[in-house]
T-cell receptor
Framework: RKEVEQDPGPFNVPEGATVAFNCTYS??????FFWYRQDCRKEPKLLMS???SGNEDGRFTAQLNRASQYISLLIRDSKLSDSATYLC?????????????FGGGTRVLVKP | ETGVTQTPRHLVMGMTNKKSLKCEQH?????MYWYKQSAKKPLELMFV???????ENNSVPSRFSPECPNSSHLFLHLHTLQPEDSALYLC????????????FGPGTRLTVT
């Protein structure tokens, strides 16, 4: 089983619609979670951090379910500019440095 | 300059060449990382430096050699690479020992011919 699993998609989303997708993780010792956004041929950029049960930032809502070991990301009122690959990242932090484990990403295509 | 910078942005090298990738962070962090991203694969952690000491080496072949002269700079020395080493190489930095996020540089797109 992969440490962090994501549906690769693509999720084809009409502009203005809502889309949600999940990420499951296997390491129950994971302590914090992130969603990164990666555009084609660019570096990942932090979208949201999730330290407790969830986080909301504008049109984006992340929820964490530690019992079932999954994190979800919901995008409301999708914009064309939301088209990207969304990377689920699970963090186990140690004194020596963070160990981030990346999922394979979920591709989202928002269409007019 | 702010954030994390990487040079060069693109590199084409032959299998017998020696080259180096450079990363510099301007965020006051004390941990730095090298990742490899191949097509259609998740990011793979290669090396971790914390407080200028290498603390993790994820079974990376010896043809990749990292160097961290200080907490702001990180190098990846490359020699006798293989075509399958062609990928996007990303540098990141963070505060060691914290639960906070890593910040990535723009990456070096490497092609080995």
């Amino acid at each position: 089983r992969k440490e962090v699993e994501q549906d690769p998609g693509p999720f084809n989303v009409p502009e203005g619609a809502t889309v949600a997708f999940n990420c499951t993780y296997s390491n129950s010792a994971s302590q914090s979670f992130f969603w990164y956004r990666q555009d084609c041929r660019k570096e990942p950029k932090l979208l949201m951090s999730v330290y407790s049960s969830g986080n909301e930032d504008g049109r984006f809502t992340a929820q964490l379910n530690r019992a079932s070991q999954y994190i979800s990301l919901l995008i409301r009122d999708s914009k064309l500019s939301d088209s990207a690959t969304y990377l689920c990242v699970v963090n186990e932090w140690k004194a020596a440095g963070n160990k981030l484990t990346f999922g394979g990403g979920t591709r989202v295509l928002v269409k007019p | 300059e702010t954030g994390v910078t990487q040079t060069p942005r693109h590199l084409v090298m032959g299998m017998t060449n020696k080259k180096s990738l450079k990363c510099e962070q301007h965020l006051g962090h004390n941990a730095m990382y090298w990742y490899k991203q191949s097509a259609k694969k998740p990011l793979e952690l290669m090396f971790v430096y914390s407080l200028e000491e290498r603390v993790e080496n994820n079974s990376v072949p010896s043809r990749f050699s990292p160097e961290c002269p200080n907490s702001s700079h990180l190098f990846l020395h490359l020699h006798t690479l293989q075509p399958e080493d062609s990928a996007l190489y990303l540098c990141a930095s963070s505060q060691a020992g914290s639960p906070y996020e890593q910040y990535f540089g723009p990456g070096t797109r490497l092609t080995v011919t």
